[in-house]
């Protein structure tokens, strides 16, 4: 090493990382303009055959894929709203309510269903949800639904899949945000005459935005992109883009199709993503300014 | 004065018993699940009659257990990788110019704001063209690329954010840098590098799309066998793993909770810059 600079020779410590994000990342994403124009499969053996601009066309024209993607977002927003809605008070409640001493238990038993595997989880809401599980045996026993009935491979049931798997996360980044609040200002707010609606809304929630916001895309990205959950607890028509595009990997075998759509798939998700975060901006502007 | 008391008291038990419906809820399946490993019908159905046949099918079928057995080394090995790539990215950041410390943490944004099913295509098409396709390899870096950004922010905003007299003042005594890397930094980065781990741990066992794609032929992690067989049918042995790998991880996470790890750190903070 040289002795002189060894401070500066951290600096290269850099590399390994920038290298694997680059290559393994930035780099296939960008690509995926090259494979859009890809005709057919791009295989290990004879790598790309032709190309044409077929893809591209057919994938902004089909009225399909228009539809799976408004489907698709659809459901995104619906599993992210459920989630704030249930997540927002039971993360005040253990950021605020509950002795400090309990927090930490709290927030770990909410986090276990997210730390078993996703596929676990799937499986066992999916178990719950079979028309003699433990859940509909005794609905269906008490006559509230007519015999024969299941929930399972519709649309609800993708819905609820999905608010299981990611409820966990939305709790965790609103409770991480919640938890830095001062008591004081929320006392001090009372005490200036506001009442609760008041200090929710001008004290609590323009403090809250930074975890909605993390909640929202670490919840509403993975969702609208998610093709297991449609493909095992959905039926025939909740079909998802996710399901669109892995079926071009897997069973369709058009694998420029499927670069065509994830590049449409990423490109509506940044514009869903910015105009998300201006409305966020404008709210905080209004509301906390 | 007192009115609002009482008021407040009101407020807080509606959002308490919320939080224990919130938990009640969440939890069910799993223990639903650990209910079912138990119970003789074959679908979970009522009335439950207690048997261990599932498990005694889960330790004699292996399949599952060799899933199970290569689904943990595996992310043990990514979220290691992932381990040592952000304390070293973390470390050289500290050197270099603002420019590079605004420019890299976004850009290790980006494969966070990516989907995995997106992110997992456009590799797989990568590797097809350079003829390589599934492989070892590929799994292997498609998994440590989706993880490593969460390992590097969580270890990167606590090196940026932490005390820097410890360090000058083991300099001006006269420690070599290793020395004061394994004495003074990393004791200090450690429960942030502890959390990184956890995190990608985590977040490379679930990565099925990643796997799905990328991993060579014969290859099943846990996540895509039991893809597989909920295609197929439903098998019981899976409530068995399923209990097994619910117990232990709750048994870690006891740990963790007791060793005084704070689990609100996994989110956050690798998300300040937003």
């Known amino acids: 090493m040289n002795a002189k600079h060894p401070r500066k020779l951290v600096r290269h410590l850099i590399w390994p990382s920038a ?65 704030i809605v249930i997540a927002y008070p039971a993360a005040w409640a253990i950021a605020k309510v509950v002795p400090e001493k309990y927090r930490s238990t709290l927030i770990m038993i909410s986090i276990v269903p997210a730390f078993t595997s996703q596929l676990l989880l799937i499986y066992s809401i999916m178990t719950l949800m079979q028309s003699n599980g433990l859940i509909m045996t005794p609905l269906l026993k008490l006559g509230i639904l007519p015999a024969g009935t299941s929930i399972l491979y519709t649309n609800q049931a993708v819905i609820i899949v999905l608010v299981y798997e990611y409820l966990p996360y939305m709790i965790l980044s609103l409770y991480s945000c919640l938890e830095k609040i001062d008591v004081n200002v929320i006392a001090a707010s009372h005490t200036l005459g506001a009442n609760r609606f008041q200090t929710f809304v001008n ?15 670490i919840v509403l990205i993975p969702v609208a992109g998610s093709f297991v959950e449609p493909n095992i607890a959905g039926g025939p028509y909740s079909m998802m883009i996710g399901s669109l595009i892995d079926s071009q990997f897997t069973t369709a075998m058009n694998m420029g199709y499927g670069a065509a759509l994830s590049l449409l798939f990423l490109l509506i998700m940044s514009l869903t993503l910015a105009v998300i975060k201006l409305v966020m901006k404008i709210a905080d502007r209004r509301i906390g300014g | 004065m007192k009115k609002r008391k009482k008021g407040a008291r009101g407020f807080n038990s509606v959002m308490i018993v919320w939080l224990c419906a919130t938990l009640f809820i969440l939890l069910f399946p799993i223990f639903a699940i650990i209910l079912m490993s138990f119970n003789t019908s074959k679908y979970g159905a009522l009335p439950f009659e207690f048997t261990l046949k599932w498990y005694k099918q889960l330790f004699q079928s292996a399949d599952l257990l060799s899933a199970t057995g290569y689904s943990l080394w595996f992310s043990i090995l990514v979220s290691t990788s992932a381990a040592v790539l952000g304390i070293m990215a973390s470390m050289a950041l500290r050197r270099m110019s603002r420019k590079w410390n605004k420019a890299f943490p976004t850009l290790m944004n980006v494969p966070v704001i990516i989907p995995w099913l997106v992110q997992a295509v456009a590799l797989l098409l990568l590797f097809n063209l350079l003829g390589i396709g599934k492989s070892f390899a590929s799994l292997y870096f498609g998994c440590l690329v989706a993880v490593m950004p969460h390992s590097f922010l969580i270890t990167y905003s606590r090196i940026m954010t932490m005390d820097k007299y410890p360090e000058e003042a083991g300099r ?50 846990l996540p895509m066998l039991i893809y597989t067989m909920i295609r197929a049918g439903y098998n019981p042995d899976i409530n068995a793993i399923a209990t097994i790998l619910t117990i232990v991880i709750a048994i870690v996470i006891f740990i963790m909770n007791k060793i005084g790890f704070d689990v609100g750190q996994l989110v956050g903070q690798g998300h300040k810059e937003k």
């Open chain 2, 172 to 221: 001006t005594l006269g420690a070599t840098s290793m020395r004061i890397f394994l004495d003074i930094t990393l004791p200090m980065v450690f429960p942030a590098v502890l959390s990184g781990w956890l995190m990608s741990f985590v977040l490379c066992f679930n990565c099925f799309s990643i796997q799905y794609y990328l991993a060579p032929f014969g290859t099943y992690t």
């Open chain 1, 203 to 217: 004290v609590v929630l323009p403090q809250s935005f930074s975890g909605l916001m993390t909640g929202i895309l």
């Open chain 1, 19 to 83: 290298v694997i994000l680059l290559a393994m990342s930035l780099v296939p994403l960008c690509m995926l303009v090259f494979f859009s124009f890809a005709d057919g499969n791009v295989s290990t053996l004879n790598g790309i055959a032709g190309y044409t601009i077929d893809n591209i066309v057919n994938a902004v024209t089909s009225a399909t894929v228009g539809r799976l993607m408004l489907r698709s977002f659809w459901i995104a927003v619906l599993v992210t709203v459920i989630c």
